[in-house]
DNA sequence: AAGGCAAATGTTTTT
DNA sequence: CATTTGCCTT
């Protein structure tokens, strides 16, 4: 019976796999290394693997860890494995790094010598403790940029060293990043909190450290698989290592080219010492694409094939060439969006579906002017990444008070709030608060209370502080009673909070109000995972690892704008890669470094294999950045490009206008005979200064197209527009 | 202590 | 260019 129900899964599980996948699926070598590249069903061959170990070699799900990057990640994966199952897989774990060692240090926080109710400290709250710890020090911050210690802080922690592991030199740059280090590492374990970093690393050490921890879980886990094993660091690496111990099995599945993240430490080198750490592995390659035409793939082959240190992996795909690659070049950014605009426009019209395509890019800061161009061309669009929900101002500091109601005694809220609203307590209080506290050894609240029981501030301060104690006392008191949306609320309106954004004036208050009231509906829709526990610590937890990038109207048919980073994974029928020049992609801070260029190569090829029918790439020869304009030529990306896959798209026939002046209208390239060229910066008397697009026609009849500053594109007929160059 | 104004100043990618 | 920082006034 229950071989028959093998067999018959067996069947469904390989139904529709190639033979390198089923290879991958199957083998029952030790550990597996699959190196799968963009597009060729890496996360199908996961997801069967664990299937295949759960129903055919009787695996136990409890027996199962599956690691991924991305929280996305984690849950398209298990909704993979629901949906191949037709059921749900219980006790198996599935997660990201940061949270599956966030769920270890819950369990064990006695043994790594944390508070059991630590809070995790964000990017932003790990620069304000760096700022401070660095004001203690009494050091220049004009000469050590905060932001330059915090990175490089971070970067040790990457590659698992304390502060204790490195040796002072005696160079100044060194001791004094040491020093700070030192300080940060002790002001974390006085606040109890840990940062991203700390995360990995005190995971490692805990297993590290106690054996007996670390038996139970390599007993418990038979079978690990790591997903994107490219983007894995020092300290992940080691955490996988120590945890395979004799009998636990690896799966790793990762794309040395699509490694994209070695700026914040992850090693490619890892997947080399695989091989050799992991032994004996069974390695196999997935080249076989099902993703895009042919000319897309020789468009991304040719890009990735001039970086030196590569595995070597070329992609294939049966399916036909399909359309050509097409590239635009834009006078300036604004005629970019537009052209990009259009052509989603006429890709909607076509009975598309917006939700299809894609806008990527390589820094966030591009995405403001492809928003107004969608805006203005009505195309509903969703932006990924930039600020995350959980990462807002407004956010953090609701969930300051929320953490405060929990426990008065959490120093990072306290502080964060104490004067959010403004209530009377400025610096100068705070200061003292802040020393009696340390004085003390006390939190924060303690000293407050403390200070106000010894007459310690001047009467304005004290009451102050004291209508602040006793505010966040009215708030907690019974709160634990109420539903996690009525202590959202709570939070926010006896705060003041709500109200302080309510007055702020300008589209900003309005985002900030809006953002709070999600929030509230976030604390509704929560799902708390253990029903019978207090649900706010739980939320609070949740949140501190989620960037809460799933969106609210995730469902509706927009286009999707996302940088490069984000996109990967992903997969669209139409692609727009935009800003493909010199300095901005490949960007300037990675042209020093010959393995940050190739890095910035492999992001090229990220980005070209995202696509699946139709690539779009366009660049803008004149690009306003902080202001000033800047002229780039067309990226290095791009002339790698072999031409018998590249269409150049002839502006005269793909510039906007509406439709009744296309059928008739010639163009001509120079406007030679006009007095005026393309590009050119021109004045009008009423719209301002602007940039020639287009002709159509000659001489003084010609109509001329040009992009004004303040009132976008307009169509005149130039002997009677009375433009003027500038 | 708060709020307004001017000046400076910084921007790659993110769990 | 925007936003944040710092300085100044109330």
Redesign the pocket.
């Known amino acids: 019976m229950l071989l028959d129900c093998a067999a018959m899964d067996v069947t469904a599980i390989l139904d529709k796999l190639n033979p390198a996948q089923e290879e991958a699926v199957t083998s029952d070598q030790r550990h597996v290394l699959v190196l799968a590249g963009a597009g060729s069903g890496k996360t199908r061959v996961l997801v069967h693997r664990i299937v295949w170990q759960v129903q055919v070699e009787n695996i136990s799900p409890h027996a199962i860890l599956a690691v991924t990057?991305?929280?996305k990640a984690a849950r398209e994966m298990r909704e993979r494995i629901d949906q191949l199952l037709g059921m749900s897989l219980r006790g198996m774990w599935v997660g990201?790094f940061?949270g599956l060692a966030h769920r270890l240090l819950k369990a064990h926080w006695r043994d790594v010598g944390l508070p059991e109710n630590f809070q995790i400290l964000?990017?932003d709250d790990q620069l304000r403790l760096v700022k401070r710890v660095m004001r203690a020090l009494e050091l220049d911050?004009?000469r050590w940029?905060p932001?330059q210690a915090q990175w490089w802080i971070n970067a040790q922690k990457d590659e698992g060293l304390r502060s204790a592991h490195i040796q002072d030199s005696g160079d100044v740059q060194l001791a004094t990043m040491l020093r700070i280090y030192r300080e940060y590492e002790a002001s974390c374990d006085r606040l109890g909190v840990i940062d991203?970093a700390e995360l990995l690393l005190r995971a490692l050490e805990l297993w590290r450290h106690h054996p007996q921890v670390l038996a139970h879980y390599q007993e418990r886990f038979q079978h690990v698989l790591v997903d994107e094993f490219q983007d894995t660091n020092a300290v992940q690496y080691a955490w996988l290592r120590l945890l395979v111990g004799s009998v636990c099995r690896v799966t790793a599945v990762g794309d040395d080219d699509q490694s994209i993240y070695g700026?914040?430490g992850a090693k490619v080198e890892n997947i080399l010492s695989y091989e050799r750490d992991f032994e004996p592995t069974h390695t196999v390659r997935l080249e076989q694409n099902y993703r895009s035409t042919s000319n897309i793939l020789k468009a991304a082959n040719a890009v990735i094939e001039k970086n030196a240190d590569r595995l070597g992996k070329k992609l294939w795909t049966d399916s036909g060439d399909g359309e050509m690659v097409a590239l635009y070049a834009a006078f300036n950014e604004h005629d970019e969006a537009r052209y990009i605009a259009d052509r989603l426009h006429q890709w909607v019209n076509d009975g598309q579906r917006r939700d299809e395509a894609a806008i990527l890019y390589?820094?966030?800061?591009q995405s403001r002017v492809l928003e107004a161009a969608l805006l203005q061309a009505e195309i509903p669009y969703r932006i990924y990444?930039g600020q995350?929900f959980y990462e807002r101002l407004e956010i953090k500091n609701a969930l300051a008070y929320l953490r405060l109601m929990l426990n008065v005694d959490d120093d990072t809220a306290f502080e964060r709030v104490i004067?959010i609203p403004?209530?009377?307590?400025?610096?100068?209080?705070q200061d003292t608060i802040r020393q009696t506290a340390r004085g003390a050894n006390t939190t924060l609240w303690g000293a407050c209370v403390e200070l106000i029981a010894t007459n310690g501030l001047p009467g304005?301060?004290k009451n102050a502080v004291a209508g602040f104690l006793g505010l966040i006392e009215d708030m907690s008191l019974g709160s634990d009673a109420l539903k996690l949306i009525e202590q959202a609320e709570t939070a926010i309106e006896r705060s003041g909070l709500i109200d302080l954004y309510r007055r702020e004036k300008g589209e900003r208050g309005l985002a900030r109000v809006e953002n709070l009231e999600e929030l509230v509906a976030a604390c509704g829709n929560f799902q708390p995972e253990h029903a019978e526990q207090p649900i706010l610590p739980q939320f609070l937890d949740q949140v501190a690892l989620d960037?809460g990038?799933r969106q609210a109207d995730e469902d509706q048919d927009a286009v999707q704008l996302m940088?490069l980073?984000?996109a990967k994974g992903l997969e669209f029928p139409l692609v727009f890669l935009a800003g493909m020049e010199e300095n901005l992609f490949p960007?300037k801070?990675?042209l020093d470094e010959p393995g940050?260029l190739e890095e910035e190569r492999r992001l090229a090829y990220v980005g070209i294999t995202r696509a699946m029918q139709k690539l779009y790439l366009t660049f803008a020869e004149c690009r306003?950045i902080?202001?000033s304009e800047s002229y780039n030529s067309v990226s290095r990306f791009v002339r790698d490009i072999p031409s018998d896959v590249l269409e150049e798209v002839r502006l005269q026939n793909t510039i906007t206008r509406p439709t009744s002046y296309a059928a008739g209208a010639l163009s001509s390239d120079l406007g030679d005979d006009t007095g005026f060229a393309l590009g050119q910066l021109v004045c009008h008397p009423m719209y301002g200064e602007g940039v020639i697009l287009n002709f159509e026609g000659h001489g003084p009849r010609a109509r001329v197209h040009v992009q004004f500053e303040e009132v976008g594109t307009k169509i005149l007929i130039l002997d009677s527009a009375r433009l003027s160059a500038v």
Do not use: K, L
């Open positions: 990057f991305t929280n990201t940061h964000d990017s911050e004009q940029p932001r991203f700026w914040r390589r820094s966030n800061a990444g995350r004067n403004a209530r009377g307590i400025g610096e100068r209080t304005r301060a960037a990038d940088t980073h984000s960007h801070m990675s940050r306003s902080y202001g």
